[in-house]
Protein backbone atom coordinates (compact mmCIF):
# COMPACT_ATOMS: atom_id res chain seq x y z
CA UNK A 1 0.00 0.00 0.00
CA UNK A 2 2.83 2.10 1.15
CA UNK A 3 4.38 2.17 -2.59
CA UNK A 4 1.15 3.15 -3.88
CA UNK A 5 0.47 5.76 -1.95
CA UNK A 6 4.52 6.92 -2.93
CA UNK A 7 3.58 6.57 -6.25
CA UNK A 8 0.70 8.94 -6.50
CA UNK A 9 0.75 11.29 -3.62
CA UNK A 10 5.12 11.76 -3.02
CA UNK A 11 7.39 13.81 -5.80
CA UNK A 12 9.87 10.26 -5.85
CA UNK A 13 12.27 12.54 -7.72
CA UNK A 14 12.75 14.31 -4.43
CA UNK A 15 12.45 11.49 -1.68
CA UNK A 16 14.29 10.28 0.23
CA UNK A 17 13.30 12.98 2.75
CA UNK A 18 15.76 15.36 4.84
CA UNK A 19 14.08 14.16 8.67
CA UNK A 20 16.68 12.11 10.80
CA UNK A 21 16.30 8.54 11.29
CA UNK A 22 13.28 7.88 13.84
CA UNK A 23 11.58 11.31 13.37
CA UNK A 24 7.90 10.97 13.34
CA UNK A 25 7.49 13.66 10.62
CA UNK A 26 7.38 11.07 7.67
CA UNK A 27 4.69 8.86 9.32
CA UNK A 28 2.62 11.48 9.87
CA UNK A 29 3.16 13.32 6.16
CA UNK A 30 2.16 9.70 4.65
CA UNK A 31 -1.08 9.88 7.24
CA UNK A 32 -1.77 12.91 5.00
CA UNK A 33 -1.76 11.40 2.23
CA UNK A 34 -3.59 8.25 2.88
CA UNK A 35 -6.43 10.65 4.44
CA UNK A 36 -6.39 12.39 0.63
CA UNK A 37 -6.37 9.23 -0.72
CA UNK A 38 -9.48 7.33 1.50
CA UNK A 39 -11.23 10.71 0.37
CA UNK A 40 -10.37 10.40 -3.13
CA UNK A 41 -9.51 14.19 -3.36
CA UNK A 42 -8.52 15.76 -6.84
CA UNK A 43 -4.72 16.23 -6.48
CA UNK A 44 -5.11 19.38 -8.68
CA UNK A 45 -7.58 21.14 -6.16
CA UNK A 46 -5.74 20.27 -3.14
CA UNK A 47 -3.21 22.86 -2.00
CA UNK A 48 -0.75 21.77 0.71
CA UNK A 49 0.74 24.98 2.67
CA UNK A 50 3.25 24.65 5.22
CA UNK A 51 5.33 27.30 7.14
CA UNK A 52 8.91 27.26 8.42
CA UNK A 53 10.61 24.47 10.30
CA UNK A 54 10.86 20.14 10.19
CA UNK A 55 7.41 19.85 9.74
CA UNK A 56 7.15 22.56 6.62
CA UNK A 57 9.47 19.74 4.45
CA UNK A 58 6.57 17.75 4.05
CA UNK A 59 5.49 20.67 1.24
CA UNK A 60 8.08 20.02 -1.22
CA UNK A 61 7.59 16.03 -0.93
CA UNK A 62 3.83 15.89 -1.60
CA UNK A 63 2.94 16.25 -5.20
CA UNK A 64 0.21 18.97 -4.42
CA UNK A 65 0.22 22.51 -5.40
CA UNK A 66 2.21 23.30 -2.51
CA UNK A 67 3.09 27.00 -0.82
CA UNK A 68 6.41 26.40 1.64
CA UNK A 69 5.97 29.91 3.56
CA UNK A 70 7.22 31.84 6.06
CA UNK A 71 7.97 31.19 9.31
CA UNK A 72 4.58 31.78 11.12
CA UNK A 73 2.38 32.26 8.79
CA UNK A 74 1.15 29.53 6.75
CA UNK A 75 -2.24 30.08 7.91
CA UNK A 76 -1.98 33.61 6.79
CA UNK A 77 -1.21 32.27 3.25
CA UNK A 78 -3.77 29.67 3.68
CA UNK A 79 -6.34 32.26 4.23
CA UNK A 80 -5.70 34.07 1.49
CA UNK A 81 -5.80 31.34 -0.77
CA UNK A 82 -8.86 29.70 0.68
CA UNK A 83 -10.89 33.25 0.48
CA UNK A 84 -9.81 34.03 -2.93
CA UNK A 85 -10.34 30.49 -4.30
CA UNK A 86 -12.89 28.42 -1.87
CA UNK A 87 -13.55 25.92 -4.14
CA UNK A 88 -9.91 24.36 -3.39
CA UNK A 89 -8.94 21.86 -0.92
CA UNK A 90 -6.51 23.57 1.51
CA UNK A 91 -4.47 21.94 3.97
CA UNK A 92 -1.96 23.57 5.89
CA UNK A 93 0.69 21.82 7.84
CA UNK A 94 2.78 22.90 11.08
CA UNK A 95 5.11 22.46 13.82
CA UNK A 96 4.68 23.52 17.12
CA UNK A 97 6.66 26.50 17.14
CA UNK A 98 5.70 27.30 13.76
CA UNK A 99 1.98 27.06 14.53
CA UNK A 100 1.70 28.24 18.30
CA UNK A 101 4.77 30.64 18.99
CA UNK A 102 5.57 32.87 15.69
CA UNK A 103 2.03 31.78 14.42
CA UNK A 104 0.31 31.98 17.44
CA UNK A 105 -1.73 34.79 16.43
CA UNK A 106 -2.58 33.38 12.81
CA UNK A 107 -3.77 30.19 14.41
CA UNK A 108 -6.29 31.82 16.55
CA UNK A 109 -7.91 33.98 14.09
CA UNK A 110 -7.93 31.18 11.47
CA UNK A 111 -10.06 29.53 14.35
CA UNK A 112 -12.06 32.69 14.88
CA UNK A 113 -13.04 32.89 11.64
CA UNK A 114 -14.15 29.28 10.99
CA UNK A 115 -12.24 29.39 7.34
CA UNK A 116 -12.70 26.09 5.96
CA UNK A 117 -8.91 25.11 6.32
CA UNK A 118 -7.51 21.79 7.75
CA UNK A 119 -4.51 22.81 9.78
CA UNK A 120 -2.23 19.73 10.74
CA UNK A 121 0.11 20.26 13.75
CA UNK A 122 3.36 18.09 13.62
CA UNK A 123 4.13 18.46 17.06
CA UNK A 124 7.23 17.25 18.37
CA UNK A 125 7.66 19.79 21.39
CA UNK A 126 10.77 20.93 20.20
CA UNK A 127 12.35 23.35 17.32
CA UNK A 128 14.23 20.57 15.69
CA UNK A 129 15.33 22.44 12.20
CA UNK A 130 17.23 25.07 14.39
CA UNK A 131 18.81 22.01 17.08
CA UNK A 132 16.60 21.63 19.80
CA UNK A 133 15.27 25.05 21.55
CA UNK A 134 12.22 24.78 23.69
CA UNK A 135 8.76 25.58 22.05
CA UNK A 136 5.71 26.37 23.44
CA UNK A 137 4.74 22.86 24.16
CA UNK A 138 7.71 21.58 25.45
CA UNK A 139 6.36 19.75 28.61
CA UNK A 140 7.11 22.07 31.86
CA UNK A 141 10.61 20.88 33.94
CA UNK A 142 11.33 19.21 30.51
CA UNK A 143 15.30 20.67 28.50
CA UNK A 144 16.00 22.23 25.28
CA UNK A 145 19.25 23.61 24.21
CA UNK A 146 17.92 26.90 25.72
CA UNK A 147 15.73 25.70 28.21
CA UNK A 148 19.82 24.01 30.27
CA UNK A 149 18.22 23.87 33.65
CA UNK A 150 13.98 22.94 32.64
CA UNK A 151 11.67 24.55 30.75
CA UNK A 152 9.72 26.93 33.31
CA UNK A 153 7.09 28.04 30.93
CA UNK A 154 4.03 26.24 31.22
CA UNK A 155 2.84 24.61 27.41
CA UNK A 156 -0.29 25.42 25.07
CA UNK A 157 -2.81 22.33 24.78
CA UNK A 158 -3.29 23.63 21.27
CA UNK A 159 -6.19 21.96 20.34
CA UNK A 160 -7.91 23.68 23.33
CA UNK A 161 -6.27 26.95 22.55
CA UNK A 162 -7.73 26.43 18.80
CA UNK A 163 -11.51 25.03 20.16
CA UNK A 164 -11.21 28.35 22.40
CA UNK A 165 -10.61 30.60 19.56
CA UNK A 166 -13.72 29.21 17.89
CA UNK A 167 -12.04 26.29 15.56
CA UNK A 168 -15.00 23.93 14.89
CA UNK A 169 -13.33 20.65 15.31
CA UNK A 170 -10.37 19.73 17.23
CA UNK A 171 -8.66 16.37 17.37
CA UNK A 172 -5.17 15.17 18.88
CA UNK A 173 -3.49 11.44 17.03
CA UNK A 174 0.20 10.16 17.53
CA UNK A 175 2.92 9.35 15.27
CA UNK A 176 2.81 5.94 16.75
CA UNK A 177 -1.49 5.39 15.88
CA UNK A 178 -1.38 5.65 12.10
CA UNK A 179 -4.40 4.29 11.93
CA UNK A 180 -6.64 6.91 14.26
CA UNK A 181 -4.38 10.10 12.74
CA UNK A 182 -5.04 9.15 9.73
CA UNK A 183 -9.14 8.96 10.35
CA UNK A 184 -8.81 11.85 12.23
CA UNK A 185 -7.31 13.75 9.57
CA UNK A 186 -9.50 12.56 7.08
CA UNK A 187 -12.76 14.01 9.64
CA UNK A 188 -10.47 17.05 9.77
CA UNK A 189 -10.64 17.67 6.11
CA UNK A 190 -14.36 16.70 5.51
CA UNK A 191 -15.11 19.22 8.28
CA UNK A 192 -16.88 22.31 6.89
CA UNK A 193 -15.21 25.23 8.91
CA UNK A 194 -11.52 25.63 10.83
CA UNK A 195 -10.50 21.65 11.28
CA UNK A 196 -7.14 21.44 13.57
CA UNK A 197 -5.51 18.28 13.99
CA UNK A 198 -2.81 18.19 16.58
CA UNK A 199 -0.22 15.35 15.69
CA UNK A 200 2.26 13.89 18.50
CA UNK A 201 5.65 13.24 17.02
CA UNK A 202 8.91 12.47 18.16
CA UNK A 203 11.95 13.80 18.09
CA UNK A 204 14.74 11.39 18.93
CA UNK A 205 17.51 13.67 17.79
CA UNK A 206 16.90 16.53 19.91
CA UNK A 207 13.99 16.45 22.17
CA UNK A 208 14.52 12.71 22.92
CA UNK A 209 18.47 12.87 23.68
CA UNK A 210 18.08 16.06 25.42
CA UNK A 211 15.53 14.61 27.65
CA UNK A 212 16.96 10.78 28.04
CA UNK A 213 14.07 9.38 26.18
CA UNK A 214 15.45 6.35 24.89
CA UNK A 215 15.47 5.47 21.38
CA UNK A 216 13.09 6.55 18.62
CA UNK A 217 11.13 3.04 20.00
CA UNK A 218 11.18 3.75 23.07
CA UNK A 219 9.90 7.35 22.30
CA UNK A 220 6.74 5.47 19.83
CA UNK A 221 6.13 2.72 23.16
CA UNK A 222 5.82 6.24 25.37
CA UNK A 223 3.02 7.30 22.85
CA UNK A 224 1.00 4.21 22.84
CA UNK A 225 0.89 3.64 26.71
CA UNK A 226 0.28 7.13 27.05
CA UNK A 227 -2.41 7.15 24.87
CA UNK A 228 -5.90 8.34 26.81
CA UNK A 229 -9.03 7.77 24.01
CA UNK A 230 -11.03 11.01 24.26
CA UNK A 231 -14.15 9.10 25.38
CA UNK A 232 -12.35 7.61 28.53
CA UNK A 233 -10.45 11.21 29.16
CA UNK A 234 -13.53 12.71 30.11
CA UNK A 235 -14.47 10.55 33.04
CA UNK A 236 -10.49 11.08 34.48
CA UNK A 237 -9.45 13.72 36.44
CA UNK A 238 -7.04 16.47 36.06
CA UNK A 239 -4.33 14.45 38.21
CA UNK A 240 -4.56 11.32 36.48
CA UNK A 241 -4.49 12.98 32.58
CA UNK A 242 -1.14 14.44 33.98
CA UNK A 243 1.49 13.69 31.32
CA UNK A 244 -0.84 11.77 28.93
CA UNK A 245 -1.96 12.03 25.41
CA UNK A 246 -5.36 12.90 25.23
CA UNK A 247 -6.43 11.46 21.59
CA UNK A 248 -9.20 11.24 19.47
CA UNK A 249 -11.71 13.72 18.42
CA UNK A 250 -11.53 16.30 21.28
CA UNK A 251 -14.50 18.96 20.30
CA UNK A 252 -16.65 19.56 17.60
CA UNK A 253 -19.16 22.68 17.21
CA UNK A 254 -21.52 24.40 14.81
CA UNK A 255 -20.91 28.11 13.06
CA UNK A 256 -21.53 29.37 9.28
CA UNK A 257 -17.74 28.20 7.19
CA UNK A 258 -16.63 32.10 6.41
CA UNK A 259 -15.94 31.80 2.61
CA UNK A 260 -19.65 30.55 2.50
CA UNK A 261 -20.56 33.71 4.06
CA UNK A 262 -18.61 35.90 1.63
CA UNK A 263 -20.10 34.31 -1.04
CA UNK A 264 -23.72 35.21 0.16
CA UNK A 265 -22.22 39.24 0.44
CA UNK A 266 -21.01 38.16 -3.07
CA UNK A 267 -24.52 36.90 -4.77
CA UNK A 268 -26.59 39.85 -3.37
CA UNK A 269 -24.88 42.01 -5.97
CA UNK A 270 -25.23 39.60 -8.51
CA UNK A 271 -28.25 40.13 -10.53
CA UNK B 1 -18.17 62.20 -22.57
CA UNK B 2 -16.05 61.27 -20.33
CA UNK B 3 -17.52 60.57 -16.70
CA UNK B 4 -15.43 62.94 -13.97
CA UNK B 5 -15.26 62.34 -10.20
CA UNK B 6 -14.55 64.48 -7.59
CA UNK B 7 -12.19 61.32 -5.50
CA UNK B 8 -9.50 61.30 -2.42
CA UNK B 9 -6.55 59.57 -3.61
CA UNK B 10 -6.99 56.81 -1.73
CA UNK B 11 -10.46 56.09 -3.00
CA UNK B 12 -8.79 56.51 -7.05
CA UNK B 13 -6.57 54.28 -6.04
CA UNK B 14 -8.92 51.29 -5.23
CA UNK B 15 -10.81 51.95 -8.52
CA UNK B 16 -7.84 51.97 -10.52
CA UNK B 17 -6.95 48.45 -8.57
CA UNK B 18 -10.17 47.17 -9.70
CA UNK B 19 -9.86 48.60 -13.30
CA UNK B 20 -6.45 46.90 -13.39
CA UNK B 21 -8.83 43.35 -12.50
CA UNK B 22 -7.49 43.30 -9.01
CA UNK B 23 -10.29 41.16 -6.73
CA UNK B 24 -8.52 40.27 -3.72
CA UNK B 25 -7.66 42.55 -0.74
CA UNK B 26 -6.49 41.58 2.46
CA UNK B 27 -5.73 44.70 4.94
CA UNK B 28 -5.62 46.16 8.57
CA UNK B 29 -6.33 49.54 9.82
CA UNK B 30 -3.67 51.97 9.42
CA UNK B 31 -3.90 55.61 9.14
CA UNK B 32 -3.49 57.27 6.86
CA UNK B 33 -4.38 54.28 4.38
CA UNK B 34 -7.19 53.05 6.18
CA UNK B 35 -9.90 54.17 3.02
CA UNK B 36 -8.08 51.96 0.99
CA UNK B 37 -9.42 48.62 3.05
CA UNK B 38 -12.72 50.63 3.47
CA UNK B 39 -12.79 51.36 -0.28
CA UNK B 40 -11.93 47.63 -1.14
CA UNK B 41 -14.63 46.26 1.95
CA UNK B 42 -17.13 47.93 0.09
CA UNK B 43 -16.40 47.41 -3.87
CA UNK B 44 -15.17 43.58 -4.17
CA UNK B 45 -18.04 41.77 -3.38
CA UNK B 46 -19.89 43.99 -6.02
CA UNK B 47 -17.84 42.74 -8.32
CA UNK B 48 -17.31 39.61 -7.45
CA UNK B 49 -14.41 40.14 -5.63
CA UNK B 50 -13.48 39.06 -1.90
CA UNK B 51 -12.15 41.42 0.56
CA UNK B 52 -10.81 40.29 4.31
CA UNK B 53 -9.79 42.54 7.45
CA UNK B 54 -6.84 40.25 8.87
CA UNK B 55 -5.19 39.68 12.10
CA UNK B 56 -2.14 42.02 11.53
CA UNK B 57 0.28 43.78 8.49
CA UNK B 58 2.07 40.65 8.40
CA UNK B 59 -0.83 38.09 7.77
CA UNK B 60 -2.69 40.93 4.94
CA UNK B 61 0.83 40.59 2.89
CA UNK B 62 1.15 36.94 3.31
CA UNK B 63 -2.97 36.76 2.37
CA UNK B 64 -2.72 38.81 -0.42
CA UNK B 65 0.51 36.78 -2.20
CA UNK B 66 -1.67 33.40 -1.43
CA UNK B 67 -4.64 34.66 -3.06
CA UNK B 68 -2.22 35.69 -5.79
CA UNK B 69 -0.61 32.11 -6.24
CA UNK B 70 -4.06 30.57 -6.49
CA UNK B 71 -4.36 33.15 -9.75
CA UNK B 72 -5.97 35.89 -8.07
CA UNK B 73 -4.61 39.51 -8.70
CA UNK B 74 -4.92 41.14 -4.96
CA UNK B 75 -3.43 43.73 -3.35
CA UNK B 76 -2.69 45.19 0.96
CA UNK B 77 -1.86 48.22 1.47
CA UNK B 78 -0.50 50.02 4.72
CA UNK B 79 2.01 52.77 5.96
CA UNK B 80 5.31 53.32 7.78
CA UNK B 81 4.41 50.70 10.87
CA UNK B 82 2.87 47.90 8.30
CA UNK B 83 5.62 48.53 5.80
CA UNK B 84 8.00 47.69 8.02
CA UNK B 85 6.32 44.90 9.12
CA UNK B 86 5.39 43.81 5.63
CA UNK B 87 9.21 43.28 4.83
CA UNK B 88 9.91 39.64 5.26
CA UNK B 89 6.74 38.46 2.69
CA UNK B 90 7.69 40.98 0.34
CA UNK B 91 10.85 39.11 0.14
CA UNK B 92 9.05 36.14 -0.23
CA UNK B 93 6.90 37.01 -3.45
CA UNK B 94 10.09 39.12 -4.87
CA UNK B 95 12.19 35.10 -4.70
CA UNK B 96 8.91 33.32 -5.37
CA UNK B 97 7.88 35.42 -8.16
CA UNK B 98 4.33 35.75 -7.09
CA UNK B 99 2.48 39.41 -8.44
CA UNK B 100 0.75 41.61 -6.20
CA UNK B 101 0.27 45.37 -5.33
CA UNK B 102 1.67 46.91 -1.61
CA UNK B 103 0.54 50.15 -1.30
CA UNK B 104 2.49 52.56 1.40
CA UNK B 105 0.54 55.44 2.06
CA UNK B 106 3.78 56.92 3.80
CA UNK B 107 3.75 58.78 7.05
CA UNK B 108 6.13 60.39 9.31
CA UNK B 109 8.09 58.44 11.33
CA UNK B 110 9.82 56.93 12.70
CA UNK B 111 8.05 54.36 14.55
CA UNK B 112 4.74 55.58 15.43
CA UNK B 113 5.81 59.23 14.40
CA UNK B 114 3.43 61.59 13.55
CA UNK B 115 -0.03 59.15 12.11
CA UNK B 116 -1.29 61.75 10.37
CA UNK B 117 1.37 63.64 8.93
CA UNK B 118 2.68 63.61 5.15
CA UNK B 119 6.06 61.76 4.94
CA UNK B 120 8.39 60.08 2.53
CA UNK B 121 10.45 58.37 4.69
CA UNK B 122 9.89 54.97 3.51
CA UNK B 123 11.91 55.13 -0.19
CA UNK B 124 15.03 53.15 0.87
CA UNK B 125 12.61 51.15 2.89
CA UNK B 126 10.94 50.08 -0.11
CA UNK B 127 14.26 49.50 -2.07
CA UNK B 128 16.56 47.68 0.76
CA UNK B 129 13.35 46.91 3.58
CA UNK B 130 13.26 43.06 2.97
CA UNK B 131 16.90 40.98 3.46
CA UNK B 132 19.17 39.85 0.99
CA UNK B 133 19.62 41.06 -2.58
CA UNK B 134 16.59 41.36 -4.48
CA UNK B 135 15.44 44.22 -7.06
CA UNK B 136 12.23 45.92 -6.48
CA UNK B 137 9.92 48.19 -8.45
CA UNK B 138 8.36 51.74 -6.81
CA UNK B 139 6.17 53.88 -8.51
CA UNK B 140 4.93 57.54 -6.83
CA UNK B 141 2.26 58.97 -7.52
CA UNK B 142 1.57 62.81 -7.58
CA UNK B 143 -1.84 63.80 -8.37
CA UNK B 144 -5.09 61.54 -7.44
CA UNK B 145 -5.88 60.49 -11.25
CA UNK B 146 -2.32 59.25 -10.96
CA UNK B 147 -3.55 57.22 -7.84
CA UNK B 148 -5.82 55.94 -10.16
CA UNK B 149 -4.00 55.23 -13.13
CA UNK B 150 -0.58 54.64 -12.23
CA UNK B 151 -2.57 52.09 -9.46
CA UNK B 152 -3.49 50.14 -12.92
CA UNK B 153 0.21 50.62 -14.00
CA UNK B 154 1.45 49.00 -10.91
CA UNK B 155 -0.72 45.85 -11.72
CA UNK B 156 0.39 45.56 -15.21
CA UNK B 157 3.90 45.00 -13.94
CA UNK B 158 3.41 43.20 -11.07
CA UNK B 159 1.91 40.72 -13.86
CA UNK B 160 4.35 41.30 -16.38
CA UNK B 161 7.52 40.54 -13.97
CA UNK B 162 5.87 38.08 -12.06
CA UNK B 163 6.91 40.97 -8.77
CA UNK B 164 5.64 42.25 -6.30
CA UNK B 165 5.68 46.06 -7.23
CA UNK B 166 5.50 48.97 -4.17
CA UNK B 167 2.68 51.82 -4.70
CA UNK B 168 4.41 54.50 -2.83
CA UNK B 169 1.57 56.99 -2.46
CA UNK B 170 1.66 59.71 0.38
CA UNK B 171 -0.53 60.95 3.08
CA UNK B 172 -0.34 63.99 0.15
CA UNK B 173 -2.09 62.34 -2.35
CA UNK B 174 -4.05 59.93 -0.49
CA UNK B 175 -6.11 62.73 1.83
CA UNK B 176 -6.17 64.87 -1.25
CA UNK B 177 -9.52 65.28 -3.24
CA UNK B 178 -9.01 66.33 -7.00
CA UNK B 179 -11.27 65.40 -9.93
CA UNK B 180 -10.48 62.36 -11.93
CA UNK B 181 -11.53 61.36 -15.95
CA UNK B 182 -12.10 58.07 -15.07
CA UNK B 183 -10.82 56.01 -17.70
CA UNK B 184 -13.63 53.99 -20.09
CA UNK B 185 -13.24 50.02 -20.14
CA UNK B 186 -10.33 48.85 -23.00
CA UNK B 187 -8.80 52.67 -22.96
CA UNK B 188 -6.15 51.80 -20.45
CA UNK B 189 -4.24 48.45 -20.89
CA UNK B 190 -4.44 45.52 -18.40
CA UNK B 191 -2.18 43.12 -18.39
CA UNK B 192 -2.62 39.27 -17.13
CA UNK B 193 0.08 37.19 -15.99
CA UNK B 194 1.33 34.29 -18.58
CA UNK B 195 0.13 31.30 -18.26
CA UNK B 196 1.05 28.01 -19.91
CA UNK B 197 -1.84 26.72 -22.56
CA UNK B 198 -1.37 22.83 -20.93
CA UNK B 199 -1.39 23.63 -17.46
CA UNK B 200 -1.35 19.60 -16.58
CA UNK B 201 1.22 19.06 -18.95
CA UNK B 202 3.80 22.55 -18.49
CA UNK B 203 7.30 21.80 -17.49
CA UNK B 204 8.81 22.92 -14.60
CA UNK B 205 6.93 25.99 -13.13
CA UNK B 206 10.14 28.33 -13.06
CA UNK B 207 12.04 27.28 -15.63
CA UNK B 208 13.10 30.36 -17.96
CA UNK B 209 14.21 28.61 -21.19
CA UNK B 210 16.14 30.28 -24.19
CA UNK B 211 17.78 32.82 -21.86
CA UNK B 212 13.91 34.21 -20.58
CA UNK B 213 13.84 36.73 -17.52
CA UNK B 214 10.08 35.86 -16.43
CA UNK B 215 8.97 32.10 -15.72
CA UNK B 216 5.74 31.19 -17.51
CA UNK B 217 3.64 29.61 -14.20
CA UNK B 218 0.17 28.09 -13.73
CA UNK B 219 -1.89 29.68 -11.02
CA UNK B 220 -2.48 26.31 -8.44
CA UNK B 221 -5.51 24.51 -9.22
CA UNK B 222 -4.69 24.11 -12.56
CA UNK B 223 -2.56 20.80 -12.75
CA UNK B 224 0.09 21.70 -12.56
CA UNK B 225 1.25 21.46 -8.90
CA UNK B 226 4.68 22.70 -8.15
CA UNK B 227 6.54 23.82 -5.37
CA UNK B 228 6.77 27.78 -4.35
CA UNK B 229 9.11 28.23 -1.39
CA UNK B 230 10.98 30.62 0.01
CA UNK B 231 14.37 28.91 0.10
CA UNK B 232 16.50 28.56 -3.35
CA UNK B 233 15.17 26.40 -5.47
CA UNK B 234 15.21 24.43 -8.97
CA UNK B 235 13.31 24.98 -11.03
CA UNK B 236 10.34 22.85 -10.32
CA UNK B 237 10.25 24.66 -7.49
CA UNK B 238 11.93 22.59 -4.72
CA UNK B 239 14.77 24.02 -2.58
CA UNK B 240 18.24 23.36 -2.97
CA UNK B 241 22.09 24.30 -1.36
CA UNK B 242 23.38 24.86 -4.82
CA UNK B 243 25.28 28.03 -4.62
CA UNK B 244 25.59 28.07 -8.59
CA UNK B 245 22.08 28.04 -8.80
CA UNK B 246 21.57 30.39 -5.73
CA UNK B 247 23.78 33.07 -7.77
CA UNK B 248 22.00 32.41 -11.35
CA UNK B 249 18.54 32.61 -9.86
CA UNK B 250 19.07 35.68 -7.63
CA UNK B 251 20.91 37.22 -10.38
CA UNK B 252 18.46 36.34 -12.91
CA UNK B 253 15.56 38.33 -10.51
CA UNK B 254 17.80 41.20 -10.80
CA UNK B 255 18.31 41.45 -14.53
CA UNK B 256 14.42 40.80 -15.00
CA UNK B 257 14.16 44.01 -13.54
CA UNK B 258 17.37 45.56 -15.23
CA UNK B 259 16.98 44.73 -18.43
CA UNK B 260 13.49 45.80 -18.45
CA UNK B 261 14.34 49.57 -17.18
CA UNK B 262 12.93 51.28 -20.60
CA UNK B 263 9.39 49.32 -20.00
CA UNK B 264 9.28 49.98 -16.59
CA UNK B 265 10.73 53.37 -15.66
CA UNK B 266 8.45 56.26 -16.36
CA UNK B 267 9.27 59.88 -15.77
CA UNK B 268 8.31 63.51 -16.63
CA UNK B 269 10.30 66.23 -17.51
CA UNK B 270 8.89 70.23 -17.97
CA UNK B 271 10.25 73.17 -18.61
CA UNK B 272 14.17 71.22 -18.43
CA UNK B 273 14.63 72.63 -22.43
CA UNK B 274 16.30 75.99 -20.94
CA UNK B 275 16.63 75.17 -17.24
CA UNK B 276 19.82 75.88 -15.47
CA UNK B 277 18.24 74.45 -12.57
CA UNK B 278 16.73 71.18 -11.86
CA UNK B 279 14.11 70.73 -9.14
CA UNK B 280 13.88 66.35 -8.48
CA UNK B 281 11.27 65.32 -7.26
CA UNK B 282 8.17 62.95 -6.81
CA UNK B 283 4.84 61.62 -5.45
CA UNK B 284 2.94 64.29 -3.31
CA UNK B 285 6.18 66.77 -2.88
CA UNK B 286 5.96 67.48 -6.74
CA UNK B 287 2.72 69.70 -6.32
CA UNK B 288 4.46 72.34 -4.17
CA UNK B 289 7.63 72.19 -6.74
CA UNK B 290 4.96 72.69 -9.96
CA UNK B 291 4.02 75.87 -7.82
CA UNK B 292 7.50 77.29 -6.99
CA UNK B 293 8.33 76.69 -10.67
CA UNK B 294 5.53 78.93 -11.87
CA UNK B 295 6.73 81.67 -9.56
CA UNK B 296 10.12 81.21 -10.48
CA UNK B 297 9.47 81.21 -14.19
CA UNK B 298 7.31 84.28 -13.65
CA UNK B 299 10.42 86.36 -12.34
CA UNK B 300 12.67 84.91 -14.84
CA UNK B 301 14.50 81.77 -12.89
CA UNK B 302 14.94 78.96 -15.74
CA UNK B 303 13.81 76.29 -13.34
CA UNK B 304 12.81 72.89 -14.93
CA UNK B 305 11.56 69.93 -13.29
CA UNK B 306 12.30 65.67 -13.06
CA UNK B 307 10.24 63.83 -11.50
CA UNK B 308 10.60 60.20 -11.77
CA UNK B 309 7.38 58.07 -11.36
CA UNK B 310 9.16 54.90 -11.14
CA UNK B 311 11.09 55.48 -8.41
CA UNK B 312 12.67 51.92 -8.19
CA UNK B 313 14.54 51.16 -10.48
CA UNK B 314 15.62 54.82 -10.47
CA UNK B 315 16.11 57.12 -13.98
CA UNK B 316 20.05 57.08 -13.78
CA UNK B 317 20.37 57.67 -17.34
CA UNK B 318 18.08 59.93 -17.88
CA UNK B 319 18.84 62.27 -14.98
CA UNK B 320 22.56 61.60 -15.73
CA UNK B 321 21.53 63.51 -19.30
CA UNK B 322 20.26 66.39 -17.33
CA UNK B 323 22.74 66.69 -14.85
CA UNK B 324 25.08 67.13 -17.97
CA UNK B 325 22.97 70.28 -19.20
CA UNK B 326 22.12 72.23 -15.73
CA UNK B 327 24.09 73.50 -13.57
CA UNK B 328 22.27 72.93 -10.70
CA UNK B 329 19.85 70.09 -8.97
CA UNK B 330 18.11 70.76 -6.08
CA UNK B 331 16.22 67.40 -4.76
CA UNK B 332 12.87 68.09 -2.70
CA UNK B 333 11.26 64.85 -0.67
CA UNK B 334 9.87 64.77 2.48
CA UNK B 335 12.75 62.81 3.99
CA UNK B 336 16.11 63.99 5.50
CA UNK B 337 17.50 63.03 1.77
CA UNK B 338 17.05 59.53 0.61
CA UNK B 339 16.54 59.91 -2.83
CA UNK B 340 19.24 62.72 -2.69
CA UNK B 341 22.02 59.88 -2.29
CA UNK B 342 20.87 58.23 -5.34
CA UNK B 343 21.07 61.69 -7.19
CA UNK B 344 24.45 62.52 -5.60
CA UNK B 345 25.02 58.58 -6.76
CA UNK B 346 24.28 59.22 -10.51
CA UNK B 347 25.55 62.95 -11.14
CA UNK B 348 28.53 62.68 -9.22
CA UNK B 349 30.12 66.31 -9.90
CA UNK B 350 28.56 67.02 -13.33
CA UNK B 351 26.64 69.80 -11.40
CA UNK B 352 26.20 70.72 -7.54
CA UNK B 353 23.44 69.20 -5.87
CA UNK B 354 21.86 70.52 -3.46
CA UNK B 355 18.36 69.51 -0.97
CA UNK B 356 15.67 70.92 0.64
CA UNK B 357 13.99 68.15 2.89
CA UNK B 358 11.34 68.47 5.90
CA UNK B 359 10.99 65.31 8.44
CA UNK B 360 8.59 67.33 11.04
CA UNK B 361 4.90 66.16 9.38
CA UNK B 362 4.38 69.62 7.64
CA UNK B 363 4.31 69.86 3.75
CA UNK B 364 7.27 71.96 2.10
CA UNK B 365 5.26 74.97 1.09
CA UNK B 366 6.52 76.52 -2.57
CA UNK B 367 7.69 79.59 -1.10
CA UNK B 368 10.40 77.41 0.74
CA UNK B 369 11.08 75.79 -2.48
CA UNK B 370 11.47 79.46 -4.24
CA UNK B 371 13.53 80.27 -1.58
CA UNK B 372 15.91 77.54 -1.83
CA UNK B 373 16.53 78.00 -5.79
CA UNK B 374 17.17 81.49 -4.97
CA UNK B 375 19.63 81.06 -2.60
CA UNK B 376 22.91 81.01 -4.28
Not at chain 1, 26 to 31: A, I, Q
Amino acid sequence: MASKLIDKYFREAHLPHIWCPGCGHGVLMRDVAQAVENLGLDKDKVVLVSGIGCSSRAAGYMDFNTMHTTHGRALAFATGIKMAHPELEVIVIMGDGDASAIGGNHLIHAARRNIGITAIVFNNDIYGMTGGQYSPTTPYGEKGTTAPYGNIDRPFDIPKVAEAAGATYTARGTAYDARLTTKLIEEGIRHKGFSIIECASICPTYYGRKNKKGSAVDMYTWQKENSIPAAKAKDMTPEELEGKLVVGELSRSEFPELTEQYQKIIDKFQK
Amino acid sequence: MKQVKLMQGNEACVEGALYAGCRFYAGYPITPSTEIAEGCAVRMPQVGGRFIQMEDEIASCAAAIGASAAGTKSMTATSGPGFSLKQENLGYACLTEVPFVLVDVQRAGPSTGLPTSPSQGDMMQAKWGTHGDHPIIAIAPSTVEECYKLCVRCFNLSEKYRTPVLFMMDEIVGHLRESVELPEDGELEVIDRAAPADPKNAGPAYACPNGELVPVMAPFGQGQRYNITGLIHTDDGFPTNSNDIADSQVRRLIRKIEENRDDIITYEEKDLEDADTCIVCYGGTARSVYSAVETLRAEGKKVGIFRPITVWPFPEKELEAISGKVKRIVVAEHNDGQILLEVQRVVKDNCKVDFIGKINGTVITPDEIVAKVKEA
